[in-house]
């Protein structure tokens, strides 16, 4: 299966500030976004990982920005997983220019899984083997 | 105790588009953050109302713009409740340039209370008295 | 040309408030990307709009919500353009369920034309004829 | 004059997703609010900035989360200048549990300085001083 998947969407008003162009907070939805796609592409989703009784609590972000983005124009979102451990995931992400495929920006995020009541914990054995973990 | 209660911060920039004024969302914002604060005032907090086992879920939102709102510039919201029922309640709005005190913004709210399984229910006793139920 | 143009998308994430819905002011920003989509499809944008000097300030927004909105689920915003005036226009939706076709939300926003100076004007003809004002 | 500078106000419900805390995108505009309030505390502020002829565009973010933050909690942005060069400026952050001063997420953000038409630009000398640039 492959491990990097992309989405495709245009950028929205809200997203943009008096500068006159994207607020650099959006692209951190996006990247998130872009993490959902990953989950649909692979048969399942975040939804299900949360209805199994877990949560990956975001605990790291880097971001850098390469060009503006504008509104209207369609970006897409690529993300692929790095390092997986059993209690943690890095995701990475390019955020491109959909119609000349150049970066916009990149940017990695790492995650820890918690339970339902918030306390560190082991991914199940099927979202690690579904994440990528390397044995 | 007073009815009519005021909180004033300033316009945050991710709250602005590239019409170089406020977007128009983050008013509704806004309006939520001038009802935590009228629920402050009076003592208690929307979170003790949710510790509770309740919700007020937002059934109804109508908000007319005067004037635009600019990065920087402080806010004032001035809430008031309106029309209370067992099960439902109003709640009015002035988004205020704090400044000059002219108005930006006239809005109202409505809100239907849920138990935690999301159900239409009343609203306990002490709730509806805080907001004012006219009895 | 049909009036009415519908686009589809996933709920994010971000949109998600701890009531475990998708927070009311989210639906504002997507009605605002019904508007973008109308546009776009009737061979535009509203991006062009702004390019030929003018703006389309919301002066009112107005919606009920009729059920909750979850994340990860599709929802798909149904827009028209309803009165249409020299100065002003009225927008419709329905925020429906794309799965089962229910209704989440209805709302209408108004807009007024404003210049690059911020002043009320009248939209120009070839805009004012692509939003179906009657003549 | 100081070059830390505190800015305190409460977690907006808005602020929180269905995990029942703060999303984490929340924490990069709470960051923002911590600049402006930076520029503020030291007589100015970024809209002069930009009156100024300047923009701050916002090229690196890195952040990490140590705890959650929760709706109605007060949370303190303590920002301070790092490292300023003619052409850029770092900016570190903590953000504080202001009831117990605990540290909820660390953070740097890296801007650049670009002229009115989007070039990089030295930033002018007085402020350029303002943020400490060392000589």
């Not at 209805?51 to 124009?73: C, P, T, W």
């Not at 150049?102 to 009541?117: D, G, P, Q, R, W």
Request: some cysteine; charged content about 25%; overall charge negative.
């Amino acid at each position: 299966m492959p491990n990097t998947i992309e989405t495709t969407f245009h950028v929205r008003y809200a997203e943009t500030d008096q500068m006159g162009v994207v607020h650099h907070a959006a692209y951190i939805v996006w990247l998130e976004e872009g993490r959902s796609e990953w989950m649909r592409a692979n048969g399942t989703s975040y939804a299900q990982f949360e209805k199994d009784g877990f949560m990956l609590a975001v605990s790291e972000v880097n971001i850098r920005y390469r060009q503006a983005a504008h509104y209207d124009q369609q970006v897409t979102i690529r993300c692929w997983t790095d390092e997986v451990r059993s209690r943690q995931v890095t995701m990475c992400y390019e955020v491109i220019d959909t119609e000349n495929d150049t970066i916009l920006a990149e940017a990695s995020t790492k995650h820890i899984c918690l339970n339902v009541n918030g306390q560190v914990t082991s991914m199940p054995e099927k979202w690690r083997q579904l994440l990528g973990e390397e044995t």
